[in-house]
């Protein structure tokens, strides 16, 4: 947490960190081809993967843009440390020692929730 972290505090690890994706539409449609395949009904197929291909094609950057991020702090200091800066009822004044180059992940808020 760069711009936060006093120089004496102890660094901060993160032990694991898995994104979640606004694909619902290309999942269902992954879906209905693996259940075409299964029923052996091949000429329901081409319909299907050019739904696919034009969700890839024209709706690539919302698909492949993560949304949502479930973070595994090392220590219960860095998940204390994360919702005291940027959880929803941060106090405004650790919030605005963050820089705020460092508020944000790919122009949106950050907010932190407990799983």
Do not use: H
């Amino acid at each position: 947490m760069p711009f936060v972290v006093e120089e004496e505090e102890e660094r901060l690890d993160i032990s694991r960190i898995s994104f979640a994706y606004d694909n619902i539409e290309m999942i269902n449609q992954l879906k209905k081809r693996g259940s075409v395949l299964t029923a052996g009904t091949m000429d329901k197929l081409a319909p299907i993967d050019d739904d696919i291909k034009n969700i890839a094609i024209y709706k690539y950057d919302t698909v492949t843009r993560p949304v949502t991020a479930f973070i595994t702090f090392e220590t219960q200091e860095g998940f204390e440390r994360a919702s005291t800066y940027w959880g929803r009822g941060a106090d405004a004044r650790a919030y605005d020692l963050v820089n705020p180059v460092d508020k944000n992940f790919l122009g949106d808020s950050l907010v932190f929730d407990e799983a």
